[in-house]
């Protein structure tokens, strides 16, 4: 399969010359040997209008490698609960951009939960948001996009756990991106005080206290089940900090203060 894109156009520039353009003013210059050695990062993915700044500060603080795995919610409905896309490339506005089959292959068998299926993949836009930015910091990029639904906490844990067992096996430089906006269409006040509960525990390293505070206040963090599962696997290999960069939301482009949608990016080491 070769995946075209779903949101160029929509979400961020369709073309190279304005994307390329667009990424230079989002993403900080900061030299190469400057940039921490990560395990993860919690990157939002809206349109880039209102969180690419966002993003761009939180993976151009990062080493990107050459092999990234990308976690993103599912939003369409389309496909199996946790559909790991093992094989083929996706068509994006700076180039093609291979699926590690190899490394892919690795992780479906890390775990029984994760199923090979492009599906899920098709339209979803919550992993495509992040591949320019990751492109843009690594011309060589190859990824293993996984895309999860609402799952218990015990299967993210396994699954978390499986993928850091996979990561080890493929014993080269990894990076793991989780994809999530927070809070959706509340007041500033609102979203705020609810999304500080769920950053306060990413900081913690406490995959089961966000998975829970999420679930128990209602909190509208789509990417609930990504990041708990990136954390997992975070902590199995070692993680030790979790460092919020920035945290802002959709009424600093948009001046709406009522209806609001958080973000935030915080890095992992």
């Known amino acids: ?90 068509s994006m506005p700076m180039g093609d951009v291979p699926v590690n089959e190899e490394f892919a292959a690795l992780i479906a068998k890390s775990s029984p939960h994760i199923e090979v299926d492009d599906a899920a993949h098709r339209f979803e836009h919550s992993l495509e948001v992040q591949v320019p930015f990751l492109q843009y910091l690594q011309k060589n990029l190859a990824i293993a996009p996984i895309v999860v639904s609402h799952v218990p906490y015990a299967t993210c844990a396994a699954v978390g756990q499986g993928l850091a067992e996979a990561i080890k096996s493929f014993a080269r430089p990894v990076l793991i991106v989780a994809s999530t906006d927070m809070t959706h269409y509340e007041s500033r006040r609102s979203a705020s005080a609810k999304d500080s509960q769920a950053l306060d525990r990413i900081k913690a390293l406490d995959p089961e206290g966000l998975y829970n505070t999420v679930v128990g206040q209602r909190i509208s963090m789509c990417g609930i089940m990504p990041t708990t599962v990136a954390l997992v696997a975070a902590l199995t290999l070692g993680a030790k900090k979790a460092e919020l960069i920035r945290y802002t939301d959709s009424g600093e482009t948009s001046g709406d203060t009522d209806q609001v949608v958080g973000y935030a990016g915080l890095v992992i080491t």
Do not use: D
């Not at 156009?9 to 210059?29: C, H, N």
């Not at 990157?43 to 990308?70: C, D, F, K, L, M």
């Not at 496909?79 to 896309?85: E, I, S």
């Open 1 to 90: 399969m070769v995946r075209s894109p779903a949101v160029a156009g929509q979400f961020y520039p369709g073309s190279e010359a304005s994307l390329v353009k667009t990424l230079q003013a989002l993403v900080p210059e900061i030299q190469p040997e400057k940039r921490k050695q990560a395990l993860a990062v919690v990157s939002p993915h809206a349109g880039y209008v209102y969180s690419g700044g966002v993003a761009g500060e939180t993976i151009g603080r990062v080493q990107v490698p050459e092999n990234v795995v990308i976690l993103g919610p599912n939003h369409t409905g389309h496909g199996a609960p946790l559909a790991l896309m093992g094989h083929g490339s996706w």
